[in-house]
C-alpha cells in the first residue's frame, strides 16, 4: 500500500468524482510528532484497506491545498491530521494524539 501525493489544490472535485473512502493524512515532514503520527498509521490495519484511497498532503509545500480544506468542512488546519469523506461527506477528523485508526474503522463499517 503506497501513499498517493495530494498536489492539486482542486481536491473537492477529485473526492466528488469517487465512490471509494478518501483518507487524507497532513503531515510535516520537519515535524517529530507528524512523523510519530503518519508511522503509527502507516502500521495500522486501516492503511491495507482496499475500499480506501490514501493521500498524503505534505502541509509544507501545499499549505494552500490545507487552508482550501479547513474551509471548506470548517475544520482548523493541523498537522500531523486526518480526514476521512465517505460519500462525499467529511465523517472524521482528528489531530496528533487524537487519530484512532480503531475508530475511523469503526465508522466506516456503519
Same mark, same amino acid.
Given at each position: 500500500?503506497?501513499?498517493?501525493? %495530494?498536489?492539486?489544490?482542486?481536491?473537492? *472535485?477529485?473526492? #466528488? @468524482?469517487?465512490?471509494?473512502?478518501?483518507?487524507?493524512?497532513?503531515? &510535516? /515532514?520537519?515535524?517529530?510528532?507528524?512523523?510519530?503520527?503518519?508511522?503509527?498509521?502507516?502500521?495500522?490495519?486501516?492503511?491495507?484497506?482496499?475500499?480506501?484511497?490514501?493521500?498524503? %498532503?505534505?502541509?509544507?509545500?501545499?499549505? *494552500?491545498?490545507? #487552508? @482550501?480544506?479547513?474551509?471548506?468542512?470548517?475544520?482548523?488546519?493541523? &498537522? /500531523?491530521?486526518?480526514?476521512?469523506?465517505?460519500?462525499?461527506?467529511?465523517?472524521?477528523?482528528?489531530?496528533?494524539?487524537?487519530?484512532?485508526?480503531?475508530?475511523?474503522?469503526?465508522? %466506516?463499517?456503519?
Amino acid at each position: 500500500m503506497s501513499w498517493q501525493p %495530494l498536489s492539486d489544490n482542486d481536491i473537492m *472535485s477529485q473526492l #466528488n @468524482n469517487v465512490s471509494t473512502i478518501q483518507i487524507i493524512f497532513k503531515h &510535516s /515532514p520537519r515535524c517529530g510528532i507528524s512523523a510519530m503520527a503518519l508511522r503509527r498509521f502507516e502500521k495500522s490495519s486501516l492503511f491495507g484497506r482496499e475500499d480506501c484511497d490514501f493521500w498524503l %498532503l505534505n502541509v509544507l509545500e501545499h499549505r *494552500s491545498i490545507s #487552508n @482550501n480544506l479547513a474551509a471548506e468542512f470548517n475544520v482548523r488546519h493541523e &498537522s /500531523p491530521q486526518v480526514m476521512v469523506f465517505d460519500a462525499k461527506n467529511l465523517v472524521y477528523h482528528a489531530s496528533h494524539s487524537y487519530i484512532d485508526t480503531d475508530e475511523i474503522v469503526r465508522i %466506516l463499517k456503519k
